[in-house]
C-alpha cells in the first residue's frame, strides 16, 4: 500500500538543501523583502507584531489548532518551520487557529507551548491567536461585500451541497448570488448580531462557480455559531472559516512562507486570490505571503490524526495524552525520547513533494543516537535472580568502578559495591545451557562485570522446581583494573548488584502502541491493532544513586536499553524507570 522509507546518508545529506531553502534562498537573492514595512496593514507600525531586528528577513510560522496535544507530525512541522527562522536569522510565529469555539480548550494551548518549548523553540514576543484577528477579519468581510466580491447565502446546506456540482461536473450559481450588496451586508450584519439561528445563512466568497478547482466555487468564509469562544466568549456568534481566517493571519503578520502540508495545495489559489483582492482594496500590504506545500509524517506503527489519538485517550486505551506510548509530544517525553533526537529526525527524513511512510525505527534510531551519545550508564537488574558467592566473607564490602560513559571519560566513573550477595538477571544463569551459551551455568565460569571472575557450583530450588538462588565462587586475583584481571579468560560478562545495596524500582517497560505497520488500514477499527504487550512492568533492582535521579533524566541501562526517570511518578523512595528505547533494533526481527 505504501513506500516505507529508511533514510541512510543520502538523504540525510539531501536534507541540509530542500526545495524550500531554495525557494527561500531565490526569493532573498531576489531581494523580495527588502523595504518592507513591519505590519501587515498598509503604513502599518506592527501593532501586534514586535518588530523583529530586520524586516527583511523571512517570516514562518506554526499553526496548530489548540484541539489536541501535538503529535510526532507536528514535531516535523516546528522542526522545519523553527528551523529555517533560525537557519535565516529571521521569526517563527507561534499561532494558534482558535476559529473554531466548539473544540477548543485552554488545556490544549498550554500543552502546545510546552511541546514547542520542550522541542528547544522560542516564539519570542510572536505568540498571537487567530481571535485575535477577528475584528480585522470581519471588516475585510465587509469590504469584500460591498466590493462585489462576497455574498450572503441562504440556500439550505442541502441546496448549496447540490449546486456546488461535483469534480467532473461545473456547480450552478444560487438563487441569491446576484443579490445587491447593500442587501448582503445588511445581513451579514444582521448574522454578527445574533438575529438568525446556526445555520441559517453563510457568507461565501463569489468567485467561479465552475471552475475545475472546487475550493473556488464560492467557498464559505464566515457561517453562524452561537458557541462560547476560549478566548472571546460570547462576543462573536458568527465566526471565519479555517481557509478565510488562514490568509488572513499570515497577512497581518507579514508571514513571508506559509508552509503547509500538501492537503492545503488545492486550497492556494483561494489563498492567493484572497489576500490579492483585500491587498487591491489597500487592506492589506504587499507582498504578501506565500504558500507552500511539503509532505505530511506518516509513521508506520502509530496513529497521527487527532481524532483518533482523542479517542484513545477518551476511551481509555492509554493512560492519558502523556501516555508515553502515545505518539504525542508530551507521551515522547515521558517515554524519554529527546528534543535532539526529534530534531535530528526531522534533518534525517527531510522535507519533500511526494506523500511516503517512514519507518517507526528511523524515529527510534535517532533517539538512540541521541541517547547513546548524552546518557550516562547505570546498572539495572530487570529480572532479579540471587547470586551467592559462597567464599567471599560475609558482611565485607568493596567498591568496584564503572565508567560512566564508556566514550567519555571526562564523566569519570562511580563505585558499585560488591557484596557476598548479589543480584543478577535470572537469564544469565541456566541449569542446561543451550549451545553457545556462555553465561552462567555449573562449572562455568564468567566475569562479574567491573569485578571478579566467578565460577558456578549449583543453584537451590523450591518445591515446584524454580531456581532461587545461584551459587558461585569468585577468583581473588581477578578483579577487573588490576594486573590479575586478564590471567583467568572467559567468555560470558554479566551485570550485577549487590543485594544489600541495590534500590528496588519500578521499571516500565514499553514497546510500540500498535502491533501493525498501518493501524487501521482500509476498512479496520484500528484499536483491533492495539499491541496488548505495549506495557510490561517489572520489579527491578538498580543502583542506590538512582535513587537521586532527577525526574526526566535519561540512562542507559547497561545491555537493556535507555530509560528515563519518569516525569510523573517517579519518587526517591519508590523510583520509577521508562524505557524509552531499547539498545538495538528489535521489531525488524
Ligand atoms: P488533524 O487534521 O489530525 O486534526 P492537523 O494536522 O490539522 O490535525 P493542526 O493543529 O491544524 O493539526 O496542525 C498544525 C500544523 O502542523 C499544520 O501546519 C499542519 O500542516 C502541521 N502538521 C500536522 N500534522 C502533520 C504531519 N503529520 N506532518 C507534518 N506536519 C503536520
Ligand atoms: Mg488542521
Redesign the pocket.
Known amino acids: 500500500m505504501s513506500k516505507s522509507a529508511k533514510p541512510g546518508t543520502e538523504a540525510a545529506a539531501a536534507s541540509t538543501s530542500n526545495f524550500i531553502r531554495s525557494h527561500i534562498e531565490a526569493d532573498l537573492a531576489a531581494g523580495k523583502y527588502a523595504g518592507r514595512g513591519w505590519g501587515g496593514r498598509p503604513g502599518d507600525a506592527g501593532s501586534h507584531a514586535a518588530a523583529p531586528a530586520d524586516p527583511a528577513r523571512i517570516r514562518t510560522r506554526?499553526?496548530?489548532?489548540?484541539?489536541?496535544y501535538?503529535?510526532?507530525?507536528?514535531?516535523?512541522?516546528?522542526c522545519?518551520?523553527f528551523g529555517l527562522a533560525q537557519h535565516y536569522g529571521g521569526a517563527c510565529h507561534l499561532r494558534f487557529?482558535d476559529t473554531n469555539p466548539e473544540k477548543e480548550e485552554q488545556e490544549y494551548v498550554d500543552a502546545?507551548r510546552d511541546a514547542v518549548h520542550w522541542l528547544g523553540f522560542d516564539w519570542g514576543p510572536h505568540g498571537y491567536f487567530a481571535s485575535d484577528y477577528f475584528d480585522f477579519m470581519y471588516e475585510a468581510a465587509e469590504y469584500l461585500i460591498g466590493s462585489g466580491h462576497a455574498y450572503v447565502d441562504e440556500q439550505s446546506a442541502e441546496d448549496m451541497r447540490r449546486n456546488r456540482g461535483t469534480l467532473t461536473e461545473p456547480g450552478r450559481p444560487g438563487p441569491w448570488r446576484e443579490r445587491p450588496a447593500a442587501e448582503s451586508l445588511a445581513r451579514f450584519r444582521e448574522m454578527r448580531a445574533g438575529k438568525h439561528p446556526d445555520g441559517a445563512m453563510v457568507l461565501r466568497a463569489k468567485i467561479d462557480m465552475a471552475s475545475p478547482n472546487i475550493n473556488l466555487r464560492d467557498p464559505v468564509i464566515y457561517r453562524i455559531r452561537k458557541a462560547t469562544h476560549h478566548r472571546t466568549g460570547d462576543a462573536w456568534c458568527i465566526y471565519p472559516l479555517?481557509t478565510y481566517a488562514h490568509p488572513i493571519e499570515d497577512a497581518l503578520e507579514r508571514i513571508t512562507h506559509s508552509?503547509?502540508?500538501l492537503?492545503?495545495e488545492d486550497q492556494r489559489p483561494f489563498y492567493d486570490w484572497l489576500l490579492g483582492k483585500l491587498a487591491d482594496g489597500g487592506l492589506l500590504a504587499r507582498p504578501l505571503p506565500q504558500q507552500i506545500e511539503?509532505?505530511?509524517?506518516?509513521?508506520t506503527y502509530v496513529v497521527?490524526?487527532?481524532?483518533?489519538?482523542i479517542q484513545l485517550v477518551a476511551e481509555r486505551h492509554v493512560d492519558g495524552w502523556d501516555d508515553p506510548r502515545m505518539p504525542t509530544l508530551a507521551g515522547a517525553r515521558r517515554r524519554g525520547y529527546t528534543p535532539e533526537g526529534f530534531r535530528r529526525f526531522a534533518e534525517r527524513i527531510g522535507v519533500s513533494k511526494a506523500d511516503s511512510w517512514i519507518d517507526y525505527s528511523v524515529l527510534e534510531d535517532c533517539m538512540r543516537e541521541h541517547l547513546n551519545e548524552s546518557a550516562e550508564r547505570r546498572i539495572a537488574v530487570l529480572d532479579p535472580l540471587k547470586l551467592v558467592i559462597d567464599n567471599y566473607p560475609e558482611g565485607k564490602q568493596e567498591d568496584c568502578y564503572a565508567p560512566n560513559h564508556p566514550q567519555k571519560p571526562e564523566l569519570g566513573r562511580r563505585a558499585v559495591p560488591l557484596t557476598r550477595e548479589l543480584w543478577i538477571e535470572r537469564e544469565d544463569f541456566s541449569e542446561n545451557p543451550p549451545k553457545g551459551y556462555f553465561r552462567l551455568f555449573p562449572g562455568n565460569s564468567v566475569r562479574l562485570r567491573y569485578g571478579y571472575v566467578v565460577k558456578c557450583t549449583g543453584c537451590d530450588k523450591d518445591a515446584q522446581g524454580n531456581v532461587t538462588a545461584v551459587h558461585c565462587e569468585y577468583l581473588p586475583d581477578t578483579k577487573s583494573g588490576t594486573p590479575g584481571a586478564e590471567s583467568v579468560k572467559v567468555k560470558g560478562n554479566i551485570h550485577w548488584l549487590s543485594a544489600r545495596e541495590a534500590a528496588e524500582a519500578e521499571v516500565r517497560l514499553y514497546d510500540r502502541l500498535f502491533r501493525t505497520p498501518h493501524p487501521g488500514a482500509g476498512d479496520r477499527d484500528f484499536l483491533l491493532d492495539l499491541n496488548p504487550d505495549s506495557r510490561k512492568t517489572v520489579a527491578a533492582r538498580v543502583e542506590s544513586g538512582l535513587r537521586s535521579a532527577a525526574p526526566g533524566s535519561c540512562f542507559q541501562f547497561e545491555r537493556h536499553g535507555y530509560f528515563v526517570a519518569d516525569l510523573a511518578d517517579f519518587r526517591a523512595d519508590a523510583p520509577v524507570f521508562n524505557r524509552a528505547v531499547t539498545l538495538r533494533d528489535s521489531w525488524g526481527k
Open positions: 506554526f499553526p496548530p489548532e489548540p484541539n489536541g501535538l503529535h510526532l507530525g507536528h514535531a516535523k512541522s516546528i522545519l518551520n487557529d502546545i479555517y508552509i503547509c502540508t492537503e492545503f511539503f509532505a505530511r509524517l506518516n509513521l497521527l490524526s487527532k481524532r483518533k489519538l
